[in-house]
């Protein structure tokens, strides 16, 4: 069964700084991987989708890596402002239609 | 396009009610997926639809919990009787598909909220 895992839950940086969160998962055989964000009382926004045969995909400043070997996605947020405060997800699919298994966030809090 | 539309927004109910939630998907879109989210258990797949064909079921906790698609355009997640434990968020979800290929890509509703006393 697929496990993924986000590491830390929560991050207070200030404003302006570079900063990286964490994803791994169990099961390497995956189909497609995704970065979402979602805002308090809020659905979930995708951010970024990384298929099973790329490394990285990036939108403005953020950047996502994909390592399948290890198990293993890093989400890369560039001088990072206070409207970066949210809880960001990873979600993994295995290739069942998008029958994604999320992780349980990393919520991100971004100081003036 | 206006997104994945949900309602209610917030529900609040007595256990032993019917609830019935209600999604419109993203024109276009032939995918629907109903998630909830706890703050134990995070987000999980409930069920979802391809071309308003059920799929997979497996996620549905109990008998007391259904869904239909009667068409493209609409959705609905009933819990008849309501227990507190259902007490979550509930997340309807849509994405297209190329040659029939789920892209991928999920668009979330805001959810329903829903509390049962």
């Known amino acids: 069964k697929q496990e993924v895992t986000q590491i830390p839950a929560a991050l207070s940086v200030p404003e302006g700084e570079n900063l990286v969160l964490n994803c791994s998962f169990t099961d390497s055989a995956i189909y497609n991987l995704q970065w979402f964000r979602q805002d308090p009382g809020k659905g979930l926004t995708s951010l970024l989708l990384i298929q099973s045969s790329q490394r990285e995909q990036t939108s403005g400043r953020l950047n996502a890596s994909l390592d399948k070997s290890s198990g293993r996605s890093t989400l890369y947020i560039a001088a990072s402002q206070p409207g970066d405060s949210a809880t960001y997800l990873c979600?993994?699919?295995?290739?069942?239609?998008?029958?994604?298994?999320f992780g349980t966030g990393t919520r991100l809090q971004v100081t003036l | 396009d206006a997104g994945v539309i949900q309602s209610p927004r917030h529900e609040v109910t007595e256990m032993g009610q019917e609830v019935t939630l209600r999604c419109k998907p993203i024109s276009g879109h032939d995918y629907l997926f109903w998630y909830r989210q706890t703050m134990m258990r995070g987000l999980e797949l409930l069920i979802y639809f391809n071309n308003n064909v059920p799929i997979d079921d497996s996620g549905m906790p109990e008998d007391r919990f259904s869904a239909k698609m009667p068409n493209a355009s609409f959705s609905t997640l009933k819990i008849q009787p309501s227990e507190p434990r259902d007490s979550a968020v509930y997340f309807c979800?849509?994405?297209?598909?190329?040659?029939?290929?789920?892209?991928?890509?999920?668009?979330f509703g805001e959810g329903s909220r829903l509390t049962v006393l």
């Open positions: 979800a849509s994405t297209p598909s190329t040659g029939g290929i789920n892209t991928g890509e999920l668009f």
């Open positions: 979600a993994v699919d295995t290739g069942t239609a998008s029958k994604l298994t």
